[in-house]
């Protein structure tokens, strides 16, 4: 059984660029959820994908968007990159998503640390 | 806005002593809560949970106390140990359609051999 990998584990952007995080998850899984988490902050929720559909949203703009694949592995994608965006973006994995009631079992990867300049 | 708040940022025990690590939260629809715990370079592990149904849930050497009327969580660990030095993560949830985890800042605990 294999955990949740995050590609690439960094990556360096200038202001105003697009940039694709991706995502596999653990396998079994059918939901992905994704996270910011700032510099000394705690993650905060973006978006969580369902069976290839959006299944919630947190307080990004929309140029923040994603996409799952049949495979139910992830895509975090951010248009017009800003100086804020720099973080580190988590993807986590679970069975079921969050409604459906398989709140511990979500399952993080290392993430991929992004520094927009 | 800060709905979920972890107040003190880090924390240092002895080896072997209790940890207590606290956290309050603002909004009354959530109804079930988790710690995380995270090392460096590594994504977040799940610890422990607790239902609002519920006032304290325990497993193994940590446990996590409920308290609704004050809108507060602590996690303790006895006895700690050093291989528990991390950020220690409190989030919760509000079950339902669209619910989302919302994460604290984090605490770190240091446990001194």
């Known amino acids: 059984e294999t955990g949740v990998t995050q590609s690439p584990t960094h990556l360096i952007k200038t202001r105003g660029q697009q940039v694709t995080l991706r995502c596999s998850s653990q396998s079994g899984h059918n939901t992905v959820s994704w996270y910011q988490q700032a510099l000394g902050q705690g993650p905060q929720f973006i978006f969580q994908y369902y069976r290839e559909e959006e299944n919630g949203r947190g307080n990004f703009p929309p140029r923040f968007s994603g996409l799952q694949f049949p495979n139910y592995s992830s895509e975090l994608n951010v248009n017009a990159l800003e100086l804020d965006d720099s973080a580190l973006y988590l993807c986590?994995?679970?069975?079921?998503?969050?409604?459906?009631?398989?709140?511990?079992?979500?399952?993080f990867g290392p993430g991929t640390r992004l520094l927009v300049l | 806005d800060q709905q979920v708040k972890q107040n003190s940022p880090s924390l240092s025990v002895q080896e072997g002593r209790i940890s207590i690590l606290n956290c309050d939260y603002t909004?009354?629809?959530?109804?079930?809560f988790l710690w995380y715990k995270k090392y460096p370079a590594e994504g977040p592990t799940f610890l422990i949970s607790i239902s609002s149904i519920k006032d304290k849930n325990e497993d193994g050497r940590f446990t996590v106390f409920l308290n609704k009327s004050a809108k507060h969580l602590s996690l303790h660990i006895v006895p700690s140990q050093p291989g528990d030095s991390a950020v220690y993560f409190c989030a919760a949830i509000s079950t339902g359609a669209n619910s989302k985890l919302t994460f604290g800042k984090g605490i770190t605990l240091s446990v001194r051999p």
């Open positions: 909004n009354s629809m959530f109804d079930y």
């Open positions: 986590a994995s679970s069975l079921g998503g969050l409604a459906g009631g398989s709140k511990e079992t979500q399952y």
